[in-house]
């Protein structure tokens, strides 16, 4: 079992729909990520937070708000999307930002109709 | 184009055989090194890291393999058993160029009885 969890497991939105996904560690990590990964190919960096505040925003479109209320919780807040917005959502931490492991959590699966 | 890239889309090996992923960086300054198995349905779960001031480092049944000369990393697996496959992922960061780890294309390894 991971030790970061991630809700829902899987997420099916229209394109109208505001919807949140959650990510939460215990593990006192300083750095959270969030990564968007497509079937078939590798994770692809979205958002990184350190110590709560963001560090690195990748040119995500705004219809992607990250938030980071507490150093075990991130959140991944999604409005209008597309379909190709479609993919597994994965998040991460490590105990800092740099050259750390990061532990993922098994992502939460979303499809735009 | 990526920065790490793997050579053999899919690897097929005996139970019980050793099996080496191969993985090439393009940038010599990249720093930390990382090797992620992922499951069908699973995140990512990091397996061994290396820096770049190391050639190599074991762990339980995998080594890993770094040739900073031709840029080259790979993970060895010994004795390689069913629960063995999966897709592996190469990542690099490069702590110089923002701390953002890159992820190779992948490599599926299929385990025979």
């Known amino acids: 079992d ?12 229209g394109m109208t729909n505001k919807k949140s996904l959650k990510c ?38 705004s219809r992607f708000s990250p938030e980071c209320p507490n150093s075990s919780l991130l959140n991944l807040h999604l409005h209008a999307l597309q379909p190709e917005d479609s993919a597994l959502y994965l998040c991460a931490s490590s105990q800092d930002w740099g050259n750390q ?9 979303l499809s735009i109709l | 184009g990526e920065s790490v890239g793997l050579h053999l889309p899919t690897l097929s090996v005996q139970e019980g055989d050793n099996s080496i992923i191969n993985c090439a960086y393009s940038n010599s300054a990249s720093d930390y090194f990382i090797w992620y198995k992922q499951e069908s ?26 040739n900073k000369t031709v840029k080259h990393l790979s993970l060895q697996i010994a004795a390689t058993q069913p629960g063995d496959s999966a897709v592996y992922f190469c990542a690099e960061n490069m702590r110089a160029a923002g701390n953002k780890l890159t992820f190779g294309g992948g490599t599926r390894v299929l385990v025979k009885p």
């Open chain 1, 2 to 13: 991971t030790e970061v969890t991630q809700t829902p497991k899987h997420l099916v939105m």
């Open chain 1, 24 to 61: 939460e560690q215990h593990m006192g990590h300083r750095a959270m990520y969030w990564y968007k990964q497509k079937a078939k190919k590798p994770p692809e960096l979205m958002f990184v937070y350190s110590y709560e505040k963001l560090s690195i925003n990748e040119s995500v479109p």
């Open chain 1, 101 to 109: 492991p990061q532990h993922f959590g098994d992502g939460t699966r």
């Open chain 2, 41 to 66: 349905g699973k995140g990512p779960q990091f397996i061994i890291d290396i820096r770049s001031n190391m050639d190599k480092r074991q762990g339980q049944r995998v080594t890993v393999l770094l």
